[in-house]
Structure formats: structure tokens, C-alpha cells
């Protein structure tokens, strides 16, 4: 056992946080604890681990607007979107998903890198965010910063592009003219729900569409084929002609819990054809 | 300018306002302030310093053999003061087969990994599965034959307070803070575990957080298990369920799966048939049963059989109308069933088979309110969101139980309206001073109310809604009994005869003349004076009535029909209940019945695993129950109708929502969709199915 185990380390600055994740690749970051402590009294190994504290980071906080790019501090939580007019403005489709995450109490502290690094299937931020073509930003004492498309970020299940001993420190965002935006998560209850499907799409005339889908995959899925399938062709007469492009772009639902696979397969589908109605 | 007062609520369009047919239309509460600012302490908020904590030891699989227990390492751990095994069977997960009892929560967690049980899993049963039904030949006189199967699933009470017991253990006394439905119940077998007889101890549930028949098995497990503890260390003792145990063990309303073979004319009328109904106990001796068909419609001879149906799982225990919703949910569909296939709108059809002119006049407000007329044929639409309406009725008898009561008017001023039976929620409190303030004379607020105590006057367990209809009557016999000595003594102080006074609003009046206020009458008092009074033949007849209550219900909603998802707009419950008390807590209870009601037809299923019979959704995360963003607009209507006799209210409410709700979704898609809950993918096979 570690000699520092159950504790947790509260850096000042970024610099000591990588530090500390270089002389201990196993500890575990912690934003919203959103993700991370909600089984926690019942987890009692997990009371052995130790942690490290980025909620008080203040350069980790804030979002900035430059002419080309929208940059998301690691510490940005869902609610910092919603209560930020740019958003509504220029970025419905983050405010859209925020409002979606739990409710207002996870939304005021749960975070959007949290969400990414979580690496669930299921996730609202992360499709959101992918259909804006978002980079991540990972930083490590050993290596500096590196980045990687979100669209890119993920292997497999709970499987990413991420260093034992790196952050996420930013999210960055291309600014475009989007003329579409698109958010929608079926869920079993209006509020307080994980996706049984979700999709998020956008469209700009520089980039042409981009669609991510939830909770169809290991991963959440960067639906490559279909967006060319839009780009050339545009709305087919009916969702079943999506079948291939999804198909090939990686959509192989389970049955789990909370769907069926069937479900989602024919869900998915109609979903995105209605939005381009 | 005209003066135009705001009226207090906004009225609604179409509808009556509920408004001055209660005892009283605006008190709030009593208890409201207390619960909101947690000020009020329920029974697991009550931690005796120097308690020892007790957790059972469970059963993770449907059927397992503990093979290895660590009970040493178990007993080693910080803090622990005994581990007990009392067998190595579990039968259903979450059965107990032994507790620890420590000094602390976190050391019996500790303790329970230490435990480290190896268990050797058995094959489980974890449904009813799909018995066969030989049906008799079919009904003399039909056109035609319906046959279908209905099914329900296993849904947990989930009450937001858990089951469990603390016991404040003080050496020769002690007191039970019970979360129970029965405070009296909840002394049986205490004084066996305690070695105390009941003289020394009392039962405290002062508030209780969600019972729903639940709560109703006396000090229970947990009670008696604690009381064992207490008893051993001459200590205070705590057990309560956390939220998997919750709704791993505490009972749930049985699965139930019902299959009707039906004969109907080509009018719609039903000319029976016969109904097979099962039960799901888990591992109990009984207690599935389905009340299918109701009764409250003509259906012709019905030839019923039911069984209950054994598998690894929790037995069930009453919940809020045991076996209605289920069979209600069966009944209201199949009756829709017919009405489309005989090309018959089902209201027209309820209005045929319902054996209630009072109902009947209840299908036409209701219609009236939900707006029937926009209601399109069965299997029309076309579109992607599609509308759907629907009916449930509901009713419930009225059933005498023991009550006693005392009111006491003290120098002071103030009045004390004394009951041990206890209020599980339902506003009982609120209710009872609503009563006595009314029947003496004097204002709400002089009233307080004792309640959830054993050394109070004996009340019933809640169960079958008769706390308040047999409470009330022993409150207002209290209350006149109280009145007459009361007036006795102060027409002797003012020298007039008694019967020449009153009370008004607290006033002591002879004639029009006000003799004295409530204040300066109670400080002549000198002393207090109380009144007693039970509900007995007697005071039935003075002051209630027969008749039970009934209702129905209407819903209007939408079906997503890329999705499956249902949205419901609104739901319109019409519920007599008698006299009513108390506006704002009986059309809490009538929302709160519709609430729990759409919960079970829209999301609460209990899972079990087909391979391990384990549950895999004992939390309120995969356990789903409707949130708030899921509400309809919910408009309770009191029946202003028959208004003799304080009536049931706490269970009629929830029988029809589910059946209506299902009717609607029918009405909405073209096909019916039988098996609750009415899950998206459900909704989307029927669909689909409908369309082939
Ligand atoms: C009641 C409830 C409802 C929820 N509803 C939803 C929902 O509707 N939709 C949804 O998508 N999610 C939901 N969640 C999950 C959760 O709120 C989100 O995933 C949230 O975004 C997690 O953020 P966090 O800051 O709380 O992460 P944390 O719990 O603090 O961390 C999550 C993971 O990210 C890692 N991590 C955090 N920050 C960094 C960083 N800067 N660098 C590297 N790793 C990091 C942690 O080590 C951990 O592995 C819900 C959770 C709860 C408890």
C-alpha cells in the first residue's frame, strides 16, 4: 500500500498538481467528485486511494472568447455554461446539454473535463462537445502539453488517450457560423436520467456536419460515415437508410439496464432523421 | 374603479375550484415548517448518544450457501462488539443470515467486508414466468372472445425514510422511536426482546417518512433485531435500512400477471368469462393476490382462479391498495380492448358497465374536464407525436377500526388534541385539529396536536385508509364531551345555565352577547379539562354515514412515436371522500395516489438477474421513479357530490392511473401495450407490431 494512501493532496497551482502527478502516477484527480464519490461510502477500497484536488485550481477556472477559438478551463462546470450568455448566444447546443446533466445541483459542480475523462458511453457533455470538433488539452511535468481531437481521445471502454500522469488543463473549441445545432438525449425520466440514446449534431458551412452519438457504442461515437452521407447526399427519404453509414461509423448497441439494443438501433436512427426535418 | 381582490389560487378554466366544501379550505400543515426546515426528527434521526449499531448480514445472490464466513476477522475489526450467524441459506437477495452490531457505521461496514463470505450460488427462480392457463369453455351469448395477458412488475415501496428502529434504552425503561405505520403494533413481541413489560416502554413515531403498508409488521425485523441489542448491552440501539436494503427486504407490491378469456357482444357488452390470476411472493407464503375484476363493473360471471406463484425473491408486504392497480391496470385495459374492437367510444362503454350512477355522473365531469371530445378513434393517427385519452374508476370501502381520543383544554389557553395512532404523512395531524377546533368552537391556531405515542389514547394502524375516518369520530365525540364539562363550568362561574352558552371562534356567547373571550374563560378554569371519546356503533351513527368512496380518473397524453416516449399532459382525478376536512391535505393525498399510480406505469420495475436472481437495481438510480420534471399537470377534484360520513381517501386514489394511463397510450398507438411499465420499447413494439 501506498504510503500517502487516503489522502489528498490540494495543490495551489497547476505546476504542483503535475508534480505531484509525476511523483504518484496513481493518484486520482478529482473536479465535481460527481462521478468519482457517488458510491463512496459503500466503495471502502476506494478510501484507500489517494486524491488529489483540482476543485480550488483557479487556473483551471474560466472560459475565454478569442476571434477563432472558445477556450474551457478544465474547471468549467456545465452550469458556468448555462449562465454564460455567449453560450446561449453562439453555442446553444452546450447550454442544451448542461441542462440535461442531472439537475441543478450536479450542474453547478460537476465539470466538463470531468465528464470527458470519466469516458462514459453514456455521457451528455462529451457528444456535445465532439460535435464542435473540440480539442483536448493534456499537460504532464514530464512532457508538457499535448493535444488531442475529443473525437480522438477514446480507444475503447473506459480506454483514452491520456497519460497516467497528465491533466486535462483546457477544452478548446473552434469558433464557427454554425446554421444548425442539435441536442437530444432520450433518457426513462425528463430530469436526473442517463441517456438510453443520445445524439448531438451541428452544421456549418466551413466544416459541413458533424455528428456524435451516445450510449450506441463502448465509446461515444464520432459518426464519420454518416456525416459524409449528409455532406454528399443530404436527408434520405428514411431513417432505415441510415442503416449503413451507421453501422459502419461504429453503432453496435447492447441491452443493458437501462435500453435494449434494438431499441436504441431503430431509436438512434429516427432521431437524427426527425432533426433534419 | 371596480375593487378587484387577487383570489388566492388561480382559478382554473372548467373546473370546480374545490373551494368551500371542506371543514377547512386554507390551513396549511401543521407539521409543514418542521419537515421543510428538517426540524422535525424522524425515528432514523434519532442516534441516542452511546448507541451500538446494528446491520444485518445479507444474502447477495437469489439462492446461495454461505461456504466461509471470517467471523473472527469480522468480531477483530475497531469497534465491533459482536457478529452473529444464524444461518448459511439465503434464499432471496438480501435475506439476513445474521447481524453485527458495532459502535459505529463505519465500523460495521468494515466489518461486513471483513466478513469475506464465500458463497456457492443455486439456481434461482426470478419471475412468474408464463403459467399455463386452462380456460373453461367460452362465455353462452358472446360474439366474440378477447384473450389477453396483462402483466405487472414486482415495484418496491421505496419509502424515503428506510425501515428501522432506535432504541433509547435507559437501564428499567426505554423508548422505541419506531418508523412504523402502527405505533401500538409496534410494542408486540418488544417486551419479550426488551425483558421489559410494556409499562416500562413506549412507542414514539412522531413523524414517518413513507410507509405505504409497508411499515405496517409491527416493530418488524429491524425493531426487534435492535431491541435484542439494547436488551444484551443495556445500551441504546440503531438499525435502519440503508436504500439497497430498502428495497431488497422490506416487501413491494407482488409482480402479477393476469389472463383473461373474455366473451363480449357485438354492443360492447361483456358477458363474462374467466380470469387467471398469479401472484409473484418471492419466497412468501401468499399474499399476491389481484383484485381482477373490481366489481365496479358488469362484466357478466366472471370464473376467477388465482395462485401465487413462489421465486428468489423478498416476499411482499401491503402496499397502498394491495392488489388494485395491478388488477385495475388488467380491467381498464381489457375493457378498452373491447370498446375499440366493437368500434365503441370507452367512455360511452364505462357509462354502460359501471354499476354506480354516482361514477356515472363522475365520467361526465371528468370528460367535461380532460376535454373527451378531442379524443380520436383508437388507431388513427398518423403523426409523429400522437394524442391519447383514457379512464380508470376507482373505489373503496369504509372499515371500522378501535379508536380512542382525548381533547384537553388547558388554562392556558391552548387545547391539546391527544392520539397515539400516528400520521404516516397523509396530514392526519393537520386533519384532527382541524376536526376538534372545528367542533368546540375555537380557532385553528389554539390547537396543538400530541400524536405517534403509545401512552396516547389507542388509535389504529394505518392501513385500509382508516385513520382518519375512525380517529375523526372518536375526536368529535372527545370534542362535544369535552365541550359540555367545559360549558358546565363556566355557566357556573357566570351563574347562567349551560345550556344557555356557546363557542364562537373562542367566544364564550349567551345569545349574541359574548360573555367572556377564550382566554379569560380557560384562566377561570383553574385546572384542565378533557373529554374522551371512541369510535363506537354510537358515534358512527352520530356523526358519519355509510358509503364508500369512489373516483375516476382521465388522462390526456402524448406518444413520441420515433421514441416510444410517453409525455403526459395532464391527469384529471375526480375522488369522493365524504366530508371533507381538509382541502390542501386531500387533494394532497389524491395527487400523491396519481403520482405514485403514473410512477408504476411509466418506470418502477424491480430486476432481477435471470442468472443469478440477484437485484440489479436496488437504488434510485436504475430503480426509477417518476422525478418532477415527469409531472402532468395533476387536478384533484373534490366530489361534492354524496358528502355524508368522513370516507377513505389514502388508497382509492392510486387504483385506476395506471389502467388509465395504459387506456391512453392504446388510444394514442392502435395497440395496447399489456405489460407494465410502459417502457419506450414497449410502446414502439406496439407500434410496430400494430402496423404489420
Ligand atoms: C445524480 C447524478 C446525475 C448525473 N447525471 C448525469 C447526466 O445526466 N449526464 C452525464 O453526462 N453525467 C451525469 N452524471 C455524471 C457526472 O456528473 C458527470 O460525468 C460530470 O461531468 C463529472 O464531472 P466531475 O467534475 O464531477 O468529475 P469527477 O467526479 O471529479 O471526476 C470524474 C473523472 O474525471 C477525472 N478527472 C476530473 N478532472 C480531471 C482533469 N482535469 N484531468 C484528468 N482527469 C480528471 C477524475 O479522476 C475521474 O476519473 C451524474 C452524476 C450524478 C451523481
Redesign the pocket.
Known sequence: MNADAGTIAMPDTIDEALDAMAANPDL???????????HWPEHLEAHERS??D??HLHE?RGITFTEETITLG??T??WDVIRDPRFRDELPILVN?AR????V???T????????????P?????PALMACDATVH?ASAARGETTVPLADFYLGYKQMR?EPD????RITLPRRAYDFQYFE?V?ARN?????KVGVSMTHAAESGWRIAA?SVAPVTLRCRNLEAQLDDEGRPASPDDFESALQADGVAPIDDIRSTAAYRSKVIACIIWHALA | MADRTMPSRSPLPNRPMNDGIAMSDDANRLDGVAKVTGSAKYGRDVMPKNGVFVSFIRCPWGHAQARSIDEEAASAVAGVLEVEITGREGRYHGEPIGHIAAESLAALRRARSALNIEWDPEDADTEIGSPEASHDDDPDGADHVLEAVYTTPVQTHSSLETHGTSIDHMGDRAIIYASTQGTFSAREGMDRVLGMPQSRFKVVCEFVGGGFGSKLNGAGKEGLTAGRIAAKYGRPAWLFCDRAEEHLDTGNRPSSRTHVRIGYRDDGTIVGGSVRTWGGVGVAGGGGGVVMPSNRYDLGRIRKQHADVRFNGGGPRAFRAPGHPQGAFAEELMIDEVATATGRDPLELRMKLDREDERRSMYELGARLIGWKRRQPTGTQASVLRRGFGIGSTSWNRFPARADAEVVIHPDASVEVRTGSQDIGTGQRTAMAIVVARQLGVPLDVVHVSIGDSSLPAGPASGGSVTATNTSLAMLEAADNLKETFLERIAAQLGVVAGALKIREGDIMQDDRRMMTWQEACAALGSAVSGRGSRSRRSDRQYSGSGHSMGVQFVDLEVDSETGVIHLNRIVAIQSCGRVICRKTAESQIIGGVIQGLSFALFEDKLLDRNTGAMVNPNL?FYRIAGPADMPKIEPVLWEGNQTGIRPLGEPPTIPTAGAIACAVFNAVGSPVRDLPLRPDRVLDAIEGGRS
Open positions: 486520482i484527480p478529482v473536479a465535481g467528485a460527481t462521478d468519482l464519490f457517488v486524491y488529489l483540482l476543485s483551471l478544465a474547471g462546470s456545465y446539454a440535461t446533466v442531472g439537475a445541483q450536479i450542474q459542480r460537476g465539470t466538463w473535463a470531468g465528464n470527458i475523462a470519466n469516458a462514459s453514456a455521457a451528455d457533455g462529451v493534456l491520456r497528465e491533466l486535462i488543463t438525449k433518457g430530469a436526473q436520467t442517463i441517456a451516445a | 438510480e
